[in-house]
């Protein structure tokens, strides 16, 4: 096991837990920004109204991330997490968009928002779903569901005209090879920092080769004041069940991110924290609903930034929140940020995604070898990776389906807590919710 470079309490120097948050910062940032975007895309709303749902998303991801970091009463896991807008959403929004438009979107989100703040009061319960070859199985498809995300990157940007050009694919792998090198071989904050730095280079090689466009930064405005209840709010009864479908499978979804995270930051995850948590996502998205922003969840991603530079700070990553309030503030700092081309990120994304596949294949290693468990693991892997290579297998079934099976995580996730109920000869593992120990070793370990 791994020594962490900073641990959950640790309080880095000013300049360096600047440096470390800003990892954190181009890890998310292009995600957070994505969702109001492909939103206001599919919706064909004007470039203002547009520009306004994404200064809402990063402004109220950066608030929740505070919340989440440090806590506020039972309201926080107080762990290293970056919270954003979730692709999760984006379905359930769009659907519910074009017949109610933006105030129908976040209107039902608001409402909906219970399911998960209700929810929240049952994740003891729900804890003791997730045995150890359960959990490695959700740690495990969090990986290897980003890891697409990732390559795409590399490639220039699925879609792209120039999708898998040489010169992407070399810098995104310049990228990637100057991240192992520092992580490696690199001593002290150079490892810790690798990421970004990474990151950096890769810019300049980019500039270098006129591959960054301004026009962004050009166009963004310098100042930007929050505008709560900017569209308004309505309450369409389908928009509400909707999202609230939405809500039941981030759930999930958020509940195998926060295990990665126990994983990652060598902590324990019992149910009561498990709760404050959920119940974060659950009040954080209705009150990104009120400053019109579509609703958050924690970033897997995230975990990887963990994982590879081994700073797990709640400190640090707290910092990445007020860095995201600044950027919803002035829209200028994130138009910068956004210029990265994809195949930097690439190059990094790729390392830290496969991070958490590998937590996820350490922890599955201290499963019990039974007939029973590979079952467990062969089959929910095998679904969960069905969903996530190939998407289209879902086209043709009813729109309810594919919003709870779109997700390969989801899939996985529901499949192997299916099986550990139904297979005979289920051993009796027993969770200590006041302090989770059982997972705290193998968590330790995996880490």
Known sequence: MEQLFFKVEDRPPLLTTVLLAMQHLLAALGGIIAVPLVIGGALKLPADQVVALVNAALLGSGVVTIIQCKGVGPVGIRLPCVMGTSFAFVGAGISVG???GVPGILGSSLVASLVMIIGSFFMPTIRKLF???VTGVVVT????SLTPVAIDWAAGGFGSSNYGAPSNLGIAGMVLLLVIVLVQWGKGIISASAVVIGIFVGYLVCLALGMIDFTQVHNAAVF???QPMHFGLSFPVSGMVAMSIAFLVTIVETTGTFMALSAATQTSMPGKKLARGILCDG???????LMSSPPVSTFAQNVGVVSLTGVASRHVVALTGVMLLLAGLFPVL?????????PVLGGAGLMMFAMIVSAGIQMLGKVE???RNGLIIAVSIGCGLAVTVRPELLGKLPAFVKEVFGSGITVGA?????LNLILPDRPVEVIDEEDGSDFAEIASEAA
């Open 334 to 342: 994130g138009a910068l940020v956004v210029t990265i081309p994809q």
């Open 141 to 144: 498809m969090i990986g290897l």
């Open 224 to 226: 930007s004041l929050p």
């Open 283 to 289: 009040v954080g998205s209705a009150f990104a609903a």
């Open 414 to 418: 529901l499949v192997a807590v299916t």
């Open 98 to 100: 074009l017949e109610h």
């Open 131 to 133: 045995p150890h070859a």
């Open 369 to 371: 070898h039974t007939k």
